[in-house]
């Protein structure tokens, strides 16, 4: 088990909705040997400008090497 955990920051002009991260686990060779995606804000609820949300969730895994995390949203 791995816990991933973090801050999302929206440094965007505008406001972001739907706000989700990718995590990717990749193997040695950069092969991807896990990945999984997470709301970090409720579904239909705004992340504004300047505005900060913590997150944090265990993710089974096992053998990796180096990771990427991708925070995603909508513009609202």
Not at 49 to 57: A, H, L, S, W
Not at 70 to 75: S, Y
């Given at each position: 088990?791995?816990?991933?955990?973090?801050?999302?920051?929206?440094?965007?002009?505008a406001?972001?909705?739907?706000?989700?991260?990718?995590?990717?686990?990749?193997?040695?060779?950069?092969?991807?040997?896990?990945?999984?995606?997470?709301?970090?804000?409720?579904?239909?609820?705004?992340?504004?400008?300047?505005?900060?949300?913590?997150?944090?969730?265990?993710?089974?895994?096992?053998?990796?090497?180096?990771?990427?995390i991708?925070?995603?949203?909508?513009?609202v």
């Open positions: 088990m791995v816990l991933v955990t973090g801050i999302v920051y929206n440094n965007y002009t406001n972001v909705g739907d706000v989700k991260i990718l995590v990717e686990l990749f193997d040695i060779n950069n092969t991807l040997v896990r990945e999984t995606e997470r709301f970090v804000t409720p579904p239909s609820s705004t992340l504004e400008q300047k505005e900060r949300e913590g997150f944090n969730f265990l993710m089974l895994a096992e053998h990796f090497n180096h990771y990427n991708i925070a995603h949203g909508t513009i």
